[in-house]
């Protein structure tokens, strides 16, 4: 089988953690499949590089960026040591070693710059935030190389990628797939490559990245490009689940999902996949697995094409807490041609995404869900834009949340909905606002914040979700 494997910031957390991933990928190796490797930065390295970044712009203070480099290059060098098995003096250690030391000296010179600029652009906060995959795929390189395999390091750009300029949320260009291909393709077993994932080079040349947790993406990416088999997301949670089981301690984990499942979940703050990043896997119809480092011997879940009727119509219920609802009403509004759009135009000129919409068929008032961060800014747009007449009243509340759930057996299966609100009713849960796409491949609804746990318990509860078949 031919596999891209990624493994997120989490699993290859230090040293011992990035041992244990080049043992899981040996074994995998030695069981015959040929493998591609794509590895996020160590831990958080990311959410710090950026956050030095951002202070070096503010404060220009150049000590600080020696402490947080200082800091790197013992977290780096340890985990070499650890990840290794051995002490800093044998050869393989020292050669990375070097490396590590010349990103980070590369790393530090441009957070300098930044300092005494006292500017932060696009382009080099996507060149500073590069530097912690750049350091992350040597080391789990040379870590295979000691446990037997013959593995040598790429960035995203050196693997074939090549993206728009979009500094930050980058897309692949349609050659990336031929590229990559051709530099990354010829697999044969006992030769791993370990790719940087998250960043790329865009065409003139300068670097650029796949937006955050975009390491899945480079691992998509490059399964599409080399016609995997299977691509393999390892990360720090078991699975897809039918729920989070902080809220609910029964959730399991979904055994398989359909890519128009998965897609719909992330949309409902599910944070396990992001739409973006299984593109190109579903573009190629290639399965993706998701898989717990920390627990390799379960089979995670797997998301697929298609996926044969199952008994369970809904999979999972989930919610997003940081939004806000805003009520758009007024008679005036009542068959009166335009209204719609110009809420929605007033809303995309200030910035604000909408993640809900529900409007009665009386047509006198417009409900609608955006995020949270943003219901100031929505709110005096649509004031702005109808002054005088047709909209009387703006009104909002911040106390809300928002259930989906989620399944695709749910199209054209009557009475999923009467059990949804029966369900809430009999748990004294009133439903605030509520919508369903004609996809039909979810429900989601609007109740007040300080319900919304008990709501997800009631649904998981109606739906039998822990009982899943497994
Ligand atoms: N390191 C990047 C981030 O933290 C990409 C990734 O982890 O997938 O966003
Ligand atoms: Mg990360």
Redesign the pocket.
């Known amino acids: 089988m031919k596999t891209v494997m990624?493994f997120?910031?989490t699993s290859v957390g230090d040293g011992t953690r990035i041992k244990h991933v080049a043992r899981l990928i040996k074994a995998h190796v030695d069981a015959g499949h040929n493998t591609v490797v794509v590895t996020?930065?160590i831990g958080?390295?990311?959410?710090l590089l950026l956050d030095t970044a951002r202070k070096a712009s503010t404060s220009g203070n150049p000590d600080n960026i020696k402490k947080i480099i200082a800091e790197l290059r013992t977290t780096h060098h340890k985990a070499i040591r650890d990840a290794f098995n051995s002490t800093i003096e044998t050869s393989s250690a020292i050669e990375v070693i070097k490396e590590i030391n010349s990103r980070l000296e590369e790393v530090e010179k441009a957070l300098i710059g930044i300092c005494y600029l006292g500017e932060l652009t696009a382009r080099s906060v996507d060149f500073i935030?590069s530097f912690?995959?750049r350091l992350a795929a040597p080391i789990l390189s040379g870590a295979l190389r000691t446990v037997g395999l013959n593995s040598k390091s790429f960035t995203g750009d050196e693997a074939g990628i090549v993206t728009t300029k979009d500094y930050g949320n980058a897309l692949p260009l349609e050659r990336t797939y031929s590229q990559v291909k051709e530099r990354l393709g010829h697999l044969v077993e006992d030769w791993v490559p370990v790719v940087s994932?998250?960043i790329a080079r865009c065409e003139d040349d300068t670097v650029t990245?796949?937006?955050?947790?975009?390491?899945?993406?480079?691992a998509s990416i490059i399964g599409a490009a080399i016609g995997a088999d299977e691509i393999w997301l390892w990360k720090d949670v078991p699975g897809i689940m039918t729920a989070d089981p902080g809220v609910v301690p029964v959730a399991r984990t979904l055994p398989t999902i359909s890519y128009i499942e998965a897609m719909e979940m992330s949309y409902f703050g599910a944070k396990v996949l992001h739409p973006r990043a299984i593109e190109p896997a579903i573009r190629h119809g290639i399965p993706v697995r998701v898989k717990n480092t920390f627990q390799p011997e379960s089979e995670g879940t797997l998301v697929v094409g298609e996926e044969e009727k199952r008994r369970d119509v809904v999979k999972a219920v989930s919610v997003i807490n940081d939004v806000a609802l805003i009520n758009v009403s007024g008679a005036g509004m009542i068959g009166h041609i335009g209204v719609a759009a110009r809420i929605f135009t007033a809303l995309a000129e200030a910035g604000v995404n909408i993640m809900m919409i529900s409007q009665g068929s009386s047509e006198a008032n417009i409900s609608l869900v955006v995020d949270d961060k943003h219901l100031d800014s929505a709110v005096r747009a649509i004031q702005t834009d109808f002054k005088n007449g047709i909209v009387r009243d703006i009104t909002s509340d911040e106390k809300i949340s928002v259930i989906g759930i989620v399944g695709s057996g749910m199209a054209g299966v009557p009475g999923v909905a009467g059990r949804t609100f029966n369900a809430l009713g009999r748990a004294h849960i009133n439903v605030i606002m509520i919508s369903q796409g004609s996809s039909q491949h979810n429900i989601s609804f609007a109740v007040a914040k300080d319900q919304s746990h008990d709501a997800v318990r009631a649904l998981h509860r109606e739906f039998e979700l822990d009982k899943i078949k497994i």
Not at 209 to 218: E, I, K, N
């Open positions: 990624k997120g910031g996020s930065a958080d390295t990311t959410d935030s912690g995959e994932g998250f990245t796949l937006g955050r947790g975009g390491s899945d993406f480079t």
